[in-house]
């Protein structure tokens, strides 16, 4: 059982930069891959980043490739999404999650998630 924690949201400008972080408390956080995924109030989760449990691959979505990083600390059982450039459009919630081995794109193929932090920014 893998439980994660978000952490990192708030209220900025557009075009400032935020770091999320995913925090989680299973001691094998290298077996896991682990992706964000966002929510914007009226539509449906969507993809945002994934990364295999070593590091060696990595996905982002086109929306965000170029301003969005994702990236991983085994040793610290955390994952992060480094946010630069943010728009508007990127006000949501985001989740972190896990699944062992692949990294899909779709949220119905993870195991786990965290609660969720609220990022807004305004214009």
């Known amino acids: 059982q893998v439980q994660l924690v978000e952490s990192g949201g708030g209220l900025v400008q557009a075009g400032d930069s935020l770091r999320l972080s995913c925090t989680a408390s299973e001691g094998t956080f290298s077996r896991y891959s682990i992706a964000w995924f966002r929510q914007a109030p009226g539509k449906e989760r969507e993809f945002v980043a994934g990364?295999?449990?070593?590091?060696?691959?990595?996905f982002h979505a086109d929306s965000v490739r170029g301003r969005f990083t994702i990236s991983r600390d085994n040793a610290k059982n955390t994952a992060y999404l480094q946010m630069n450039s943010v728009k508007p459009e990127d006000t949501a919630v985001y989740y972190c999650?896990?699944?062992?081995?692949?990294?899909?794109?779709?949220?119905?193929?993870?195991?786990?998630w965290g609660q969720g932090t609220q990022v807004t920014v305004s214009s």
């Open positions: 990364i295999s449990g070593n590091g060696g691959i990595i």
């Open positions: 999650a896990a699944r062992p081995f692949v990294v899909p794109k779709m949220p119905g193929q993870y195991n786990y």
